[in-house]
């Protein structure tokens, strides 16, 4: 049986006893050892992916003073603690590799390639721009859109844009610094330092001026799209016709004036 979750390297403290329980049970159902293989992202990699996470489900994401920072060493301690280190198996995650067919390689079994679908790809820049915007400027997607419906609209626009999105080093450098120790434990425990290669000079979105300039940008993808939305996306079009808070971020006014500003405009 594979179990796949990030939530078991993610409990909190208080959590701990749920993890030992399933150890527990599993040992109880099998007279092999238990293992456990995680793929460990680089931090930039990782604190890029978790804000787009954020802003997938609709959570307010502010830019200025990010706190998002795997924990390497409180979640992977506790992994060797409760299945036994010589059970735990760390790899680096390689974003330009496959890990469906390097962790079958792993356990021993053989895949097609060529039957291996990939369904949680990132989003572009211009996708995650304009779910920025709408979070930061609107009421945002909940109470007041059902989840389902925002489900329905990021399924929608997910394959929109062509530009990476990535956050830049002047944002990602200060939690790195704050975090040494644990990403020098990290290292340690993967036998080699996690690479941290800069941002390419004039990539990853800087700040929130660099977001609302991209949504913008994006406004002819989304005309596109609605028009070639059918009678069934309603609801979807609904959600895509508010896009036209986009037009506001267009008008010259200094970022928070200009917040302050739209929020003044917007319906409720």
Known sequence: MIISTETVSSATAGREGAVEKMADYLRSHSSEDVRVIA?????????????????????????????????????????????????????????????????????????????????????????VAILHVQTRFRNRFKPGIPG???????????????????LSDNLTDPLVKANRTDLDWMGARL?????????????????????????????????????????????????VRRLDLLGDLSQPLPLQKKEKDIRKRIPT
């Open 39 to 127: 793929y460990v992202r680089s931090p930039r990699s990782f604190i890029s992916s978790a804000f787009q996470q954020r802003i997938k489900t609709g959570l307010d994401s502010k830019l200025a003073n990010l706190k998002v920072w795997p924990d390497c060493r409180r979640r992977f301690k506790k992994l060797d603690r409760i299945f036994g280190r010589e059970n735990v198996t760390l790899k680096l995650f390689q974003r330009d590799s496959d890990v469906v067919l390097d962790f079958a390689r792993e356990i021993g079994v053989t895949l097609d390639p060529g039957g291996v679908v990939r369904v949680n790809d990132s989003l572009s820049l211009e996708v």
């Open 191 to 239: 036998d080699a330092p996690l690479p941290e290669p800069p941002v390419p000079k004039g990539q990853g979105v800087k700040d929130e001026a660099d977001m609302i300039n991209a949504a913008f940008a994006a406004c002819p993808l989304i005309d596109q799209m609605i028009a070639d939305l059918s009678d069934t996306d309603k609801l979807v079009y609904e959600v």
């Open 148 to 166: 389902e419906l925002r489900r329905r609209f990021v399924n929608r626009i997910s394959k929109l844009g062509s530009r990476r999105f990535i």
